[in-house]
Every structure is written in C-alpha cells, then in structure tokens.
C-alpha cells in the first residue's frame, strides 16, 4: 500500500469521525433543535440577553420555507467547489504545460558535453596543420 493510499484512508476516517461522533456522543441531547447552525443559536442567545433588541437590517431576499433556503445553501457550496476545482486544474494544467515544454526545449537543444559542428571542424583543422 502506498504512502498516498494510508493518507487517503486516515482523512477519510478522520471525516467520518468529525460526522458521526457528535451524534454518537449524544451531543445534541437536551435541546430542542440539535444541531441548528450558527445563526439560529446567535438569534436564540440576543433574544435570551436584550429581548427588546432591533436588528439593524433586514435580509434582501426571505426563502419561502427551510427547504428552499437549504437548496440555495448547497447551490452556493457547490457554485464554491466548482470555481475552486476550475482554478486548481488550471493551475495543475499550466504546470504540467510548462513542465512539458521545458522537456521539449531540453530534447531540442544540443548537450554540452557533444562538441559542436563548429568546434569540431576548428580541432580537425588544428591537428591537420599542426599549429
């Protein structure tokens, strides 16, 4: 098995355990929504500390139900994953595009250690005269 494989499989188990051990663990016992993201639980605490409290700002656009705003939510992650695997693989293409031309030029270009045409006629002519 190689290096990269037991890299692989240890993230892999590391992610698995981030999402089940909340819930194993009984985390989320005691509450009446569980797991609600950051937002609710900032709602609950400002209305629990100033009930009389007045956001500044409303939101521009107010999803109809939890299941559209949540479609929206993925859209957004998946619009953000997509923009994100787009520059990678550029990023990936423009090395290994450079790194071909860099062989070709290397393929192209005549040794060093081979004389030159120019040099070779110059030694034959110096050991045919003698000088």
């Known amino acids: 098995m190689s290096r990269n494989t037991k890299i692989n499989g240890l993230l892999l188990l590391l992610v698995a355990a981030l999402a089940v051990l909340p819930i194993a663990l009984g985390m989320g016992e005691g509450k009446e ?6 937002d609710a639980q900032a709602e609950t605490a400002i209305t629990e500390l100033k009930p009389d409290y007045e956001p500044w700002f409303s939101p521009l656009y107010e999803p109809p139900s939890g299941e559209v705003e949540s479609a929206l939510f993925a859209l957004q992650a998946a619009l953000g994953a997509g923009v994100l695997a787009y520059y990678f693989g550029v990023r990936k293409g423009r090395r290994q595009g450079a790194a071909a031309a860099a062989a070709a030029a290397a393929a192209a270009a005549p040794s060093s250690d081979a004389p030159s045409p120019d040099a070779a006629g110059a030694a034959s002519d110096t050991a045919a005269t003698g000088s």
């Open 33 to 38: 929504e569980p797991f609600t993201g950051a």
